[in-house]
């Protein structure tokens, strides 16, 4: 007979929903070979005989963060789904309360706030955050196909909301990549593309106007000019030991690794170290120097295909919420594969941002494996709902 705590959990928690002959399975494949790439380029980062000091990149402390995030994977892959569709402005309100709480008592890093410390790790709450802001739109969408200007409002305001609280920590450059999830799942609950140009604009427009009142932080700042700088080569190369340091070296190491690569564990930017955040923000810059560009791009289609594959999951969902989630997942490891590469390569700005499965980081493992759960449970389970729009309607 079962417990007063077991009958609870089996209101929040079930295994019949995920259906093997629904589950894709392509998608779970290869989100393990992201994983897995990733851990033998972290190990061999750890490994190099440059890993020393403060900052020494520990492979024993991520895999120790990976054996937290596997749980989070799993509660996600077996939540039921009315039960996350009913409670999601509660997971929103949570994401929206950690975010509230940093200015606070949050711990502060080159004067910034964006960390809770807790006893593994320091939890990064804007990671969490757009997963939440991925459920809330889903859930503010389902039944709102965006059909007159007043049906935009509630879907901007949910947005509007984590991306203000988390630029002002400041962290403009993770409150940005919630701008294409926004656009991204509001394009497939059937906004208007001219509307989402619109607001494009719009955006711009603000930026800008921000821009000419100097509320933009003044490292911001110099990221912008150092990234406008950076496409006169000679530029860059008089900025390499000061603020284009690490976009410098970034693209050098990028272009070091030439067809096939210079081997595992064997290219510069690991034997010297030079380059920044490399087991996180740059570690496609490691992979591409230590397995060159063939090899690279082999792992970037594959990426892409994961991403791809999820996408027709979702389209495959009757369920308009459902569809949504699954669809907002996709977007989210798509603007974080375009946004990271595209960093690494001087085609953006630097922006701090992460590679999900391949880079370190706990609060990014926690939030790429509740949303890799969350979607892949999602995917499994075909609701009984009259309703048979696809993504949009024409």
């Not at 939440?132 to 389902?142: D, K, N, Q, T």
């Not at 034997?271 to 087991?279: A, F, I, K, S």
């Not at 991403?307 to 369920?319: E, P, Y």
């Not at 907002?328 to 085609?347: C, D, M, R, W």
Request: proline share 5%; hydrophobic share 50%.
């Amino acid at each position: 007979m079962k417990g007063p705590f077991a009958e609870a959990l089996g209101h929040v928690f079930s295994r019949r929903h995920v259906r093997a002959e629904a589950f894709p399975w392509g998608v779970l494949f290869l989100s393990i070979i992201m994983l897995m790439t990733g851990l033998v380029f972290i190990a061999a980062m750890d490994a190099s005989p440059s890993n020393t000091g403060p900052r020494r990149i520990n492979f024993d402390g991520h895999k120790e963060k990976l054996l937290v995030a596997i749980p989070i994977f799993f509660a996600g892959l077996f939540l039921r789904p009315q039960w996350l569709r009913r409670n999601t402005p509660l997971i929103y309100g949570g994401c929206i309360a950690l975010l509230a709480w940093v200015p606070y008592f949050g711990d502060e890093r080159n004067n910034a706030r964006r960390w809770i410390q807790l006893p593994r790790f320091d939890l990064q709450p804007s990671e969490l955050a757009k997963v939440g802001l991925i459920l809330m739109l889903a859930r503010v969408l389902h039944k709102n196909e965006l059909k007159s200007p007043g049906d935009w409002l509630l879907p901007l305001l949910v947005a509007a909301l984590p991306m203000g609280l988390v630029a002002m920590q400041p962290d403009l450059g993770t409150a940005l990549t919630m701008v294409p999830v926004t656009l991204g799942l509001i394009y497939l609950a059937g906004g208007s593309g001219l509307a989402i140009l619109g607001l494009v604009g719009g955006a711009a427009l603000l930026g800008a106007t921000a821009f000419k009142a100097d509320l933009i932080q003044a490292y911001q700042l110099e990221r912008i000019e150092t990234w406008v700088e950076s496409f006169d080569t000679a530029d860059l190369i008089a900025s390499r030991n000061g603020p284009g340091f690490h976009t410098f070296h970034a693209r050098a190491f990028t272009g070091n690794g030439g067809m096939y690569g210079r081997g595992l564990g064997e290219g510069v930017a690991n034997e010297t170290g030079l380059l920044p955040e490399r087991d996180c923000d740059s570690i496609i810059a490691v992979i591409a120097e230590e397995a060159g560009f063939a090899w690279t791009s082999i792992l970037l289609l594959a990426y892409a295909l994961m991403i791809g594959l999820l996408m027709v999951a979702a389209s495959r969902l009757r369920d308009r919420y459902a569809r949504l989630a699954v669809g907002g997942v996709a977007i989210y490891f798509g603007a974080h594969l375009v946004i990271n590469v595209s960093v690494n390569l001087g085609l953006m700005p630097m922006t701090g941002l992460t590679l999900p499965l391949l880079s370190t980081g706990g609060s990014s493992l926690l939030a790429t494996f509740l949303a890799l759960g969350l979607s892949l449970g999602l995917s499994s389970h075909h609701e009984r709902d009259l309703g048979s729009d696809a993504f949009r309607d024409y």
